[in-house]
């Protein structure tokens, strides 16, 4: 039986649902089409964006079985991203420094990367969590 980690958390995707206008929790749980469609009709005209608030708790029991925990959490780095992205700490955390201070130095790669990063954060954590537990082994 495969064993379900907690790799996201409801309280930062309502963090985020409070920007979620800009669809910021969409692609915290994984759903960047979406979460881009968010971002030009600032909400789905914000009745998506209303009717986000009852979804979430499900969003995050998917994101929970489609994604892998490990060290990396899913949780700081999508804070670092949101708030911090263009500075490159969320890169930085994940121990990839040489694109962390290329993205401090061109604020986010002109923000394409911040862009690029919203879309892939979660399979870049995923990855990562489980290349180190394989290595691990």
């Known amino acids: 039986m495969i064993e379900r980690t907690d790799t996201h958390s409801k309280l930062i995707g309502y963090l985020l649902w409070i920007f979620g206008f800009i669809g910021s929790h969409r692609f915290y749980y994984g759903k960047p089409i979406t979460g881009t469609i968010w971002f030009f009709t600032l909400g789905l005209f914000l009745i ?3 009717v986000d608030f009852f979804l979430i708790p499900a969003m995050d029991r998917e994101a929970d079985w489609r994604f892998s925990g490990g060290d990396t959490s899913y949780n700081i780095a999508w804070v ?6 263009v500075f490159g700490v969320h890169r930085m955390y994940m121990g990839k420094w040489i694109t962390g201070i290329i993205y401090l130095c061109t604020g986010g790669l002109f923000l394409i990367g911040v862009l690029y990063d919203f879309w892939t954060l979660n399979e870049q954590i995923s990855v990562g969590n489980q290349t180190r537990r394989f290595r691990d082994l």
């Open 48 to 50: 998506g964006w209303i």
């Open 80 to 85: 670092l991203l949101t708030f911090l992205g």
